[in-house]
């Protein structure tokens, strides 16, 4: 989580509007939706450090000068780092797959390599 953040922040520092999307596409997708969890009531002391550093990172950004319409952006994007609920979120359901026997299988396999046994070897 670390790195991405890391790696989030210097394409925000980059100051080019395509990078610094990604940067916060990054944040927003994968980092914010992660921090209840390391944030929960037995977490360890080095997550809580971790959540603070990020977060301090990003705060510092509100010192600098940059261009408004990154400014926009960044105060756009930290109520959302900084005011993650507790409340874990829960994640996209994976694809749902239909799901055969080994029978089933067994036998789709069998009926693909008789029908491959059929045809002729020069294609017709």
């Not at 969890?37 to 959540?51: G, W």
């Amino acid at each position: 989580m670390k790195k991405l953040n890391e790696c989030a922040a210097a394409q925000f520092e980059s100051g080019d509007d395509q990078q610094v999307n990604k940067g916060l596409e990054i944040m927003n997708e994968l980092i914010v939706p992660c921090l209840p969890l390391l944030l929960v009531d037995e977490t360890e002391e080095k997550d809580i450090v971790a959540v603070e550093d990020m977060r301090n990172r990003w705060c510092s950004y509100l010192g600098q000068e940059m261009e408004p319409n990154l400014q926009e952006k960044l105060t756009d994007f930290l109520p959302k780092l900084l005011d993650c609920s507790t409340e874990i979120k829960g994640f996209n359901d994976s694809p749902k797959l239909p799901s055969y026997s080994t029978n089933e299988l067994c036998e789709h396999f069998a009926r693909i390599m008789l029908s491959l046994s059929r045809t002729p070897a020069d294609g017709r």
